[in-house]
């Protein structure tokens, strides 16, 4: 699609986590409707990749190593995606403690690792962003959260199973702050909404969750579906264009139905 004609034609988006996975689809897809892409990671030579796929295609891309926890270079990236794109409309906030996640950790010190990413990673590059989308009056922020953010209909874990137990709470906190961080954006022209993914095939879940577990989930959804990174995009495009222009504060659970039963 040419760049002028997509849903997303004129924006500029930052995708963190972009290098692979459902990051990398947010990004071609986000290329293919219009935009032009900034493909964040600590994968520098993966991220590169992608932008050199959306260039060989005929899109706008650029490419930067950030760590999402640190304040400095999270404003460099503001800095820099203002300076070559032009503008910052969309922050999808993708990158996480996912496929690296070591589940059998009961330690403290990675229940600290997973929320400094996946919770306090988001704020951060959430607020790199938001002077720049304010003196625009207008942007949107993507959360990206999971439905491992809501109570399993398992029995209870030990309260100290910090492993399994730090992702979904860094991903509750992550629908949380969406809503109080819509409460103030919005006066400034700016909406943030979340995506609760549920599993998903990337590379990462072929990894780390088992085969039983997929089955599971298949057998649990009313469309006998697992989600493919490609199923996810959508409504990112939707959050991010004028078509959700009155909508903030909400996350939108994208898992074939899997919940319904939970
Ligand atoms: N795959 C699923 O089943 C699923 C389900 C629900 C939600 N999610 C969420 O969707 C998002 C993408 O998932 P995925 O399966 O593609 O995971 P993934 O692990 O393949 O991708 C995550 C990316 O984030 C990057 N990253 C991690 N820490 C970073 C940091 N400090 N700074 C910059 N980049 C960093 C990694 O390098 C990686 O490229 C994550 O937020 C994940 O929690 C995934």
Redo the contacts with the bound molecule.
Sequence with gaps: MAADQGRLAGKVAII??G?????RAYCLRFAQEGAAVAV????DDQAKGVAREITQQGGRAIALR????SEEQTAEMAKQVKAELGRIDVLIN???????QDIMDQSISYLRKVLE??LI?QLICARAVYPIMREQRSGSIIN?A???AYPLPLPPMPFDNFGTNAYGLS?SGMIYLTKMMSRQAGQDGIRVNAIA????M????KKIVPDFAIQGLKAGSPMGMTLE?DDLTGTAVYLACEDSRLMTGQTLVVDAGVWLNG
């Excluded at 993708?94 to 690296?100: E, P």
């Excluded at 993914?197 to 998903?200: A, D, E, L, R, S």
């Design positions: 963190t986590g290098a692979q996975g459902i990051g964040v990671d600590l994968r950030v760590d999402i926890t993708n990158a996480a403690l996912y496929y690296d990413i996946n990673g990206i999971s439905t491992a991903k993914p549920g599993v998903t990337s590379e990462a879940t990174p």
